[in-house]
């Protein structure tokens, strides 16, 4: 059975805010589970990237002065 065919008796309103609200009631703690598991997994990565970032950019100094004045 299609999505027309199921739905086509329907008012708009049944199809745009019932059934999307009643799958926020069932699935919600699902969504939001997953949600926060990938805004934790691309806040580590964006964590990860700042000090691999840092990292290089003091060691890029570093070496580059030392090398010039021959001292830390």
Do not use: C, Q
Request: net charge positive; aromatic share 14%; glycine share 10%.
């Amino acid at each position: 059975m299609s999505e027309k065919g199921f739905f086509a008796g329907l008012p708009w309103w049944v199809t745009l805010v019932v059934l999307p609200a009643l799958v926020v009631l069932v699935f919600g703690s699902l969504i939001l589970s997953l949600l926060g598991f990938v805004i934790n997994l691309l806040f580590k990565a964006l964590l990860l990237v700042a000090l691999v970032g840092g990292l290089v950019f003091l060691v890029k100094k570093f070496t580059s002065s030392s090398s010039s004045r021959g001292d830390w």
